[in-house]
């Protein structure tokens, strides 16, 4: 049984990235029917995996009949399938809401008869990813889902986009290279690619080779995850892309790179030589993450900041190399894949619903809309770790492991990872003051105001208290306006508005819309039910707490063992 | 077998060049970069098959003479992904070329709009960021102080703009 389907998850998107693309612009609700249906029937072979792996532990299965050191070995164990589950939950998730946002605007910035293939195909990626025996088979998902990304992040080709676009691609491709060479060298010392072999083999390495190779591989996967030294591409790139594609990329892409070193540190190289390493760089990834969220004022560059920091909660745990750090990181990256996806599409909902998602421009949208301010509170406060939800939950057992491991550097990171979780409360209820509880904006005389200021000078806009000489006397609105007290707001809100409209060059017409009231358009159903059905995703995260730590508690056990894994692939070796 | 110092000359040289071609902001550059890295992790992965050796075919030569058809079948994919993201890099700059009528790596607007605004608090609706007179009524008493401030300001630096946010002694109006 688990042997039919084991396959699948890589399969059935690529077929239906074939068909979708056949039935391609001329059918496109077909299209989309077609490319949700294929990610329904991956989430039902994802969830019976997870059922069968949780029963019986590791399989390992040979593609196309070929003995194991020679053909492709797929491998489902705990952490595997779990994997799947999760990335295959979301991206219907996204998908979903990626319909709902081409069928009500039929967006000529997401060429919808592209969309659907690429994103089967970057699912495949993912799903081979997760499930690759043989390092090289480890590769060709990289690459797969990598490529489908760049086509995905530059879709319709507008200058911000290949901007972002080339940074990303050639990002990427340096890592992709040095993972390769990686391989080679691997080979080169040790005579196979497949990844149990290996976890037999590398042991008798010298110690400087196995260095070599270790840090080779941790640098080409830190890369993708963006650990910090090698970050700083992920917010450079992420925001610009449409908000289904910066959800899915957000929650899926780095977190592949997190898989693979989970597999490296416990598989390949058990002896935790780099622990150190990955804990100092775990601590820069959380601090000037979170900082960098707080710096921001744009949903989505905030949003990505606290992605790359929460990625340091996540490499704590797997540099702990304990179980309990390592189920913490695990049931952490199932939590902040979930939750960061959500994130990214209330942020698409709130850039629908106010045009715009910098802070500065957006207010009065938990009035305009409470649905939507209930869609992003709950989520945000997740993300924070406020306790009853699943981010706190992941905290705790990551800080527990780390309490638990001893030592002063993890008990430094323990430190840090409550300030990072303390910072990114900061940075949420910034978003959540600024654009869902303040005063909306007010009339757009304020903004066509804004609008000359911006025009006058854009540099002395950028100071929020301006350069005076610019804007009217403040005299003039406290006789306009009823009360004192208001008019001061107003005076202020002025000048907001001058900063807002002052950082973009925008023209005067565009400066009217962004404040104006009319500029908040209602939002479609299909995308606040996918929306809200993430988020009722995330919450119940939260109720399974329990059953979940028991499967990455296996999980975690399963890694630290590595016989169950090593045996279900070499079991075929002997009898193929 | 006698080891070939050839090879590793030929990669640590398309290595070398290769980085330096990346790291410049020409496009175009970027690209012959990517293929030189390509190419000599290309070759990494051939030299890792040990000696040259006849072809692996059954038959053909003896599973002893045969080179290792491992190396030779992982580079044959890499060469198909390089070749593949070569072409769609092309399509990047051409549509660059086209847009802006530079083919360089952009600057990052946001960054420098972030950088911009360092002088300033991050949370702009904090009332002391506020010019007094926009001030609400409950925050008169922090007024005093900054009349204060702005006094010194006046003695120290007549006739400089106190709010001019790129001369250092505004940051200390702000506190």
Do not use: C
Not at chain 1, 61 to 86: E, F, H, K, N, Y
Not at chain 1, 300 to 316: A, D, E, N, P
Not at chain 1, 531 to 539: D, E, G, S
Not at chain 2, 86 to 107: D, H, M, T
């Amino acid at each position: 049984m688990i042997r039919v389907l084991t396959p699948l998850p890589v399969l059935l998107p690529l077929l239906g990235a074939a068909a979708a693309l056949l039935v391609g612009g001329r059918h496109p609700r077909t299209q989309r029917t077609l490319s949700i249906a294929v990610l329904a029937s991956v989430l039902t072979v994802s969830v019976l995996l997870l059922l069968l792996a949780h029963d019986e532990g590791a399989t390992a299965v040979s593609v196309g009949g070929w003995p194991v050191p020679l053909g492709i070995v797929l491998v489902v164990d705990r952490l595997s399938a779990l994997m799947l589950v999760v990335a295959t939950t979301v991206g219907l998730g996204v998908l979903v809401f990626a319909v709902g946002q081409g069928s009500a605007d039929g967006d000529e910035e997401t060429p919808i008869s592209i969309f659907h293939p690429t994103f089967l195909v970057l699912m495949a990626g993912v799903a081979n990813a997760f499930l690759a025996g043989d390092l090289f088979n480890l590769y060709v998902g990289f690459e797969i889902l990598l490529t489908a990304s760049y086509v995905l992040l530059t879709l319709g080709g507008s200058a911000p986009r290949i901007r972002a676009g080339v940074t990303y691609i050639v990002v990427s491709l340096l890592s992709s290279l040095l993972f390769l060479a990686a391989i080679a060298l691997i080979y080169a010392s040790t005579g196979t690619v497949n990844m149990a072999q290996l976890a037999g083999r590398l042991g008798d390495l010298p110690d400087g080779v196995q260095l070599l190779l270790h840090s080779l591989l941790l640098i080409a996967f830190s890369i993708k995850a963006a650990v910090f030294p090698l970050s700083a591409w992920l917010p450079d790139s992420y925001p610009t892309a449409p908000a289904p594609v910066t959800a899915v990329f957000a929650g899926l892409l780095t977190k592949v790179g997190v898989y693979a070193i989970i597999r490296t540190q416990t598989l390949l190289f058990p002896g935790g030589a780099l622990d150190q390493v990955l804990m100092w760089a775990a601590l820069a990834t959380m601090v000037v993450g979170i900082l960098g969220a707080v710096a921001q004022t744009d949903i989505r560059r905030i949003l990505s900041f606290t992605l790359v920091s929460h990625i340091g909660y996540m490499v704590f745990g797997i540099a702990l190399s304990t179980a309990a750090g390592l189920a913490g990181a695990i049931f952490y990256v199932v939590h902040h894949i979930a939750i960061q996806t959500t994130l990214f599409l209330v942020a698409g909902l709130i850039e629908r619903r106010g045009d715009s998602t910098a802070v500065d421009r957006l207010g009065g949208l938990a009035k305009a809309s409470p649905l939507l301010a209930v869609l992003f509170f709950v989520p945000a406060m997740n993300l924070a770790g406020i306790p009853p939800f699943s981010g706190f939950i992941g905290k705790l057992g990551l800080l527990e492991a780390g309490v638990a491991t001893g030592g002063w550097l993890p008990h430094v990171l323990v430190a840090a990872g409550v300030v990072t979780s303390l910072l990114t409360l900061v940075a949420v209820s910034r978003v959540w003051s600024r654009a869902f509880w303040r005063p909306p904006a007010q009339s757009p005389a304020a903004d066509t105001a804004g609008a000359a200021v911006a025009d006058a000078g854009p540099e002395t806009g950028a100071a929020p208290t301006g350069d005076g000489g610019d804007e009217e006397p403040p005299d003039e609105d406290v006789d306009a306006g009823p009360s004192p007290r208001t008019a001061a707001r107003r005076a202020a809100w002025e000048r907001h508005t001058a900063v807002a409209t002052a950082t973009t060059p925008a023209t005067d017409g565009l400066g009217e819309e962004v404040g104006s009231r009319r500029a908040l358009r209602p939002l479609p159903q299909v995308m606040v039910g996918a929306t809200a059905a993430m988020v009722v995703v995330t919450v119940s995260l939260t109720a399974l707490a329990g059953p979940l730590y028991g499967v990455t508690d296996q999980a975690a056990e399963d890694l630290l063992d590595r016989g169950p894994y090593v045996e279900a692939v070499l079991d075929d070796l002997v009898d193929p | 077998m006698t080891p070939t110092v050839v090879l590793p000359v030929i990669i640590g040289g398309l290595y070398a060049a290769g980085v330096y071609l990346l790291l410049d902001r020409s496009l175009t550059r970027v690209l012959l970069g990517f293929l030189l890295l390509g190419n000599a992790t290309n070759l990494l992965l051939l030299s890792t098959g040990g000696a040259a050796g006849l072809a692996p075919i059954l038959g053909v030569a003896e599973p002893e003479e045969m080179s290792d058809p491992l190396p030779q079948a992982l580079i044959l994919t890499a060469i198909v992904i390089t070749f593949g993201i070569a072409a769609f890099l092309l399509a990047i700059i051409y549509r660059s070329w086209r847009l802006v009528r530079q083919e360089v790596v952009g600057v990052d607007e946001e960054d420098r709009r972030v950088a911009r605004r360092s002088g300033t608090d991050a949370d702009e609706m904090d009332p002391d960021d506020l010019a007094p007179e926009d001030r609400f009524p409950a925050h008169a008493d922090s007024l005093h102080t900054d009349r204060h401030v702005e006094e010194l300001l006046d003695r120290h630096y007549a006739g400089i703009p106190s709010d001019d946010v790129d001369l250092p002694p505004t940051q200390g109006r702000r506190r």
